[in-house]
């Protein structure tokens, strides 16, 4: 089975702090990975998306930056966190072909006080 | 760009009662709908998908939705609802001919149902 990985699951920082979110992505070879970020009331936005090791497209600009140092590890950064970053993070990857369909991690809640 | 709306936030229902959240586009082009749904401590997962073909589709757990392209709509319906359908919905949307890297959610629609 094609299997999301996401730690922590939940995680409280302080405002200026780092951030490393891990996803691990189980099953399948040279997935398309996203992240989004789900904030109440808002649905989910497109944080960043990679198609291979190395290749990241930002969708917004933010403080936050993402890494794919190996095929199915994908990886959520900041080097200062701010109060509005907190939120709940997802993980996914897309489906094949590539329709739009997406299989989503089980997120991680962050909380920046 | 495309968008999408769901204009019921949070839905309350009693068990047995029948179920349409509204989810309504705005693009151009012809498109691919989603509805994908988070039961609580669970991950968001898809429940229904439209490509092409018979403009209604039908779902897990008994859920339907029906395109209809003149109205932009893709209304997410259940006949009987139960305890277990708490849960958010969310609609999404993508061009056909795009990638998951266009789709477009809605901001999702809390759905609780009194047992």
């Known amino acids: 089975s094609q299997t999301i990985h996401q730690w922590p699951a939940t995680l409280v920082q302080p405002v200026g702090s780092p951030l490393s979110l891990e996803c691990t992505v189980e099953?399948?070879?040279?997935?398309?990975l996203y992240w989004y970020r789900q904030a109440a009331g808002r649905g989910l936005q497109l944080l960043f998306y990679?198609?291979?090791?190395?290749?990241i497209s930002s969708e917004v600009p933010q403080n936050l930056s993402a890494s794919r140092p190996q095929d199915r590890q994908f990886i959520l950064s900041s080097k200062k966190l701010l109060l509005s970053d907190s939120g709940f993070y997802l993980c996914?990857?897309?489906?094949?072909?590539?329709?739009?369909?997406?299989?989503f991690g089980e997120g991680s809640r962050l909380t920046v006080l | 760009a495309q968008s999408v709306s769901q204009h019921n936030h949070h839905v309350i229902l009693s068990e047995a009662a029948s179920l349409e959240l509204g989810c309504n586009y705005s693009?151009?082009?012809?498109?691919?709908l989603f509805w994908y749904v988070q039961y609580p401590g669970q991950h968001l997962q898809l429940l229904l998908k439209?490509?092409?073909?018979?403009?209604l589709v039908k779902g897990i757990k008994g859920f339907e939705a029906e395109f209809i392209k003149s109205k932009f709509s893709f209304n997410l319906r259940k006949p009987s609802v139960q305890w277990s359908d708490t849960a958010e919905y969310f609609c999404?949307?993508?061009?056909?001919?795009?990638?998951?890297?266009?789709?477009?959610f809605g901001s999702g629609t809390q759905l609780t149902v009194l047992p």
């Open positions: 996914a990857r897309g489906g094949h072909p590539n329709t739009g369909e997406l299989f």
């Open positions: 099953g399948t070879s040279n997935p398309n």
């Open positions: 990679s198609v291979g090791i190395g290749q």
């Open positions: 693009y151009g082009g012809t498109v691919n």
């Open positions: 439209y490509f092409s073909g018979d403009p």
């Open positions: 999404a949307v993508s061009p056909a001919s795009g990638s998951a890297r266009q789709l477009t």
